[in-house]
DNA sequence: TTTTGAGTTGTTCGA
DNA sequence: GTCGAACAACTCAAA
């Protein structure tokens, strides 16, 4: 019988895995490979987090391999040739995949399926990690949707997403394996050590996918509407990553919470429909990045591009390292640091600070975020920083400029979460703890902070940021100073 | 083709 | 302290 070659891409895992499903239906035995190609990433190769998550999800999806009697083929260098060599090797007659929407991936997809075609090779490309297939996803006009409320409204009236397939019980082995690399030979994590923080809060894998969205079923789901706005609490799902990685699928949590809110009161359905929402959003941020693929490196809007950014590094520097005098913001930056993820909530109130407080382009926050998130996507964060920056789809009022300020107060009530993350000031009483440099001396002296010696004065002032960002909008549109 | 309605997530000001 | 209105007009989607 003739291998089959499963290629894993963003799809770590065996349950609802289209691609692998049809290796296996081949009848014959399956090759499970997966190569470390970071130099066909583009401008986009897998950020510092990513490579420390990818290391472990690897590690993850090798074990769960075994457990079906089979393993992971590691390997390394250009996908084309590492796919045809392998092929060769493996005296393989079908490659599988399921698709990558990033304008690089969809490139080397292509170059993959024509070199192995050459060769005579069956190969078959599978959409197991959308609920929508943006190409078919269309307005009347047959363009694509810039605005996400018809985007979502079209999906909605579409067919329901497939119910998703089991893991296959068994995979049946090639009579002798290809030769593999070790996890380890990849280099894929830290040589000094950063990562603890995101070791303590996260754990790779498809199993650790499937239990966080069954918490977040019975905890958060029926509070979602409020609980996802409290980022010092487990009010969202936090299935950021296991998506990005493809550890669960976006149909297994659509029909896991549709199945949950049966026989509930119309009202979590509500919460649930909220929920079912934003997975609309990574949709449609999909849906935009196969359109529009210039739009990781340009602002979807052209206008935007002579926006006159004047930011200085200082300050962009300020931002990354959590100095900025804003708790909230630098609470943000530090959860980031310190579990290579943020809050969404807080992930909108930093983005806004560095793009409209401190008017640095918004594509320095998007490499930053790149670079520190282990769930760095393509298609997310580009779509949250253009959104931020006012260039992007659906683009917020150019004057909704967030108060760094109101937002702790509202979000952050109790102060739970600057507390957590910015324990210098963390004495000092709720109404202060969001704006420090409005305490009384006294107030400071007596929680022993000096502001400029244990925590940042703010570096700029909301008041003036706000109207410089404004005045900057003004002349983006060509409009005199007020 | 033209027209109409609507648009994730806010802030500030003044009554 | 609370509440509603103004912010400023633009683009997209659909009738």
């Not at 949707?145 to 090639?174: D, I, M, N």
């Not at 007596?446 to 502001?451: G, H, Q, S, T």
């Not at 002032?461 to 549109?477: F, G, P, Q, S, V």
Request: aromatic share 10%.
């Amino acid at each position: 019988m003739a291998n089959s070659i499963i290629w894993f891409r963003h799809d770590l895992r065996l349950a609802d895995n289209p691609a692998l499903l049809a290796a296996v239906e081949q009848g014959g035995p399956v090759v499970p490979v997966y190569t470390w190609s970071p130099e066909d990433e583009g401008e986009w190769p897998p950020g510092a987090a990513s490579r420390w998550w990818l290391h472990y999800a690897l590690a993850a999806l090798d074990a769960d391999l075994r457990k079906l009697g089979s393993r992971l083929i590691i390997r390394t260098g250009r996908t084309v040739e590492t796919l045809v060599a392998l092929v060769r090797e493996a005296k393989a007659t079908a490659v599988f995949w399921n698709h990558r929407y990033e304008p690089a991936a969809v490139q080397i997809a292509k170059d993959v399926e024509n070199a192995l075609r050459r060769q005579g090779l069956c190969v078959g490309e599978f959409h197991g990690n959308l609920l929508f297939d943006p190409r078919v996803t269309l307005n009347r006009q047959g363009g694509p949707f810039q605005v996400f409320t018809p985007y979502w409204k079209h999906c909605l009236s579409a067919p329901e997403p497939e119910l998703p397939k089991p893991a296959p019980g068994r995979l049946s082995r090639p009579r002798q394996w290809p030769s593999s690399l070790s996890l380890d030979a990849l280099r894929l994590l830290p040589t000094i050590k950063w990562a603890e923080g995101i070791a303590e809060t996260w754990v790779p894998g498809e199993r650790s996918a499937s239990d966080r969205l069954t918490r977040f079923i019975e905890k958060a789901l029926s509070d979602y509407s409020t609980g996802r706005d409290r980022p010092e609490k487990t009010g969202t799902s936090r299935l950021s990553p296991d998506l990005r990685w493809g550890h669960i699928s976006p149909r297994q949590v659509w029909h896991a919470v549709k199945r949950s809110t049966r026989r509930q009161s119309p009202r979590v359905a509500k919460q649930a429909e909220g929920y079912l929402r934003q997975l609309g959003w990574r949709e449609f941020a999909h849906h935009l990045l196969v359109h529009f693929p210039h739009t990781p490196e340009e602002p979807l809007r052209p206008m935007f591009a002579r926006f006159p950014w004047n930011g200085s590094s200082e300050h962009l520097r300020a931002w990354q390292h959590a100095r900025t005098g804003y708790p909230l913001v630098d609470a943000g930056m530090r959860e980031l640091w310190h579990t290579g993820w943020m809050h969404n909530r807080v992930r909108m109130v930093v983005a806004s600070f560095l793009v409209k407080h401190l008017l640095v382009p918004w594509q320095e926050g998007a490499r930053w975020f790149w670079d520190t998130l282990v769930d760095g996507d393509l298609a997310n964060n580009t779509l949250g920083w253009q959104w931020c920056a006012g260039c992007g789809a659906d683009a917020a009022p150019y004057f909704r400029i967030f108060n760094p300020v109101l937002q702790g107060r509202k979000f952050d009530p109790d102060g739970g979460y600057v507390r957590r993350w910015v324990p210098e000031i963390a004495g000092l009483a709720d109404k202060h703890l969001h704006e420090p440099w409005a305490a009384k001396a006294t107030d400071l002296a007596e929680c022993c902070i000096r502001l400029g010696r244990d925590y940042a004065e703010p570096i700029v002032d909301h008041a003036e940021a706000r109207t410089r960002a404004l005045k900057a909008y003004d002349r983006l549109r060509g409009r005199p100073d007020r």
